[in-house]
T-cell receptor
């Protein structure tokens, strides 16, 4: 069975501080991992996927198969980054989400 | 470009009542999903459909049924609503497992 764990329900940082949202997964095969974001009053939307190895809105995430992690990082947080972030794992035909982390960026 | 459309947006039910949540996508996606979102528990998969004519249980299927009516539409039915089913329900669709999933705007359901 696949599982995604986001250990922090809430992460509060000041503007300009570095941010790291943690994600750990369990899956016996080769996973496809994603980060989704939900801004206030907006739909859940894709932020980035590990297969693309891209940086979106200054965020990056590296898949660490040894530690089974896919942490989301940004060197300098902005107030507009405040949102709910979900880590997700796609395996087989299932798309499984973690419990989510609410990021609050204070001015 | 509508994407994924869910109806209704809000619903209040009495315990024991039944209802169907509708979902339609116009992106010709093969896979469709139903999730529920509860505080502190994130998004939990109820049912999914990998292709037209197939459906499979997710993490929390009890109390729900689904129908993949055609490639566009995937409905979720509550036969006898319970207060524990109070939640926000999201429908989503995707082309393949590697690609982006698109979400509907959600249905806020309250069972009293």
């Amino acid at each position: 069975a696949q599982r995604v764990t986001q250990p922090e329900k809430l992460l509060s940082v000041f503007k300009g501080a570095p941010v790291e949202l943690k994600c750990n997964y369990s899956y016996s095969g080769s996973p496809e991992l994603f980060w989704y974001v939900q801004y206030s009053r907006q739909r859940l939307q894709l932020l980035l996927r590990h297969i693309s190895r891209e940086s979106i809105k200054g965020f990056t995430a590296d898949l660490n198969k040894g530690e089974t992690s896919f942490h989301l990082k940004k060197p300098f947080a902005q107030e507009e980054d405040s949102a709910m972030y979900y880590c997700a794992l796609s395996a087989g035909n299932m798309l499984t989400f973690g419990g989510g982390t609410r990021l609050m960026v204070k001015p | 470009n509508a994407g994924v459309t869910q109806t209704p947006k809000f619903q209040v039910l009495k315990t024991g009542q039944s209802m169907t949540l509708q979902c339609a996508q116009d992106m010709n996606h093969n896979s469709m999903y139903w999730y529920r979102q509860d505080p502190g528990m994130g998004l939990r998969l109820i049912y999914y459909s990998a292709s037209e004519g197939t459906t499979d249980k997710g993490e929390v299927p009890n109390g729900y049924n689904v129908s993949r009516l055609n490639k566009r539409e995937f409905s979720l039915r509550l036969e006898s609503a319970a207060p524990s089913q109070t939640s926000v329900y999201f429908c989503a669709s995707s082309e393949f497992r590697y690609t982006e999933a698109f979400f509907g705007q959600g249905t806020r359901l309250t069972v009293v």
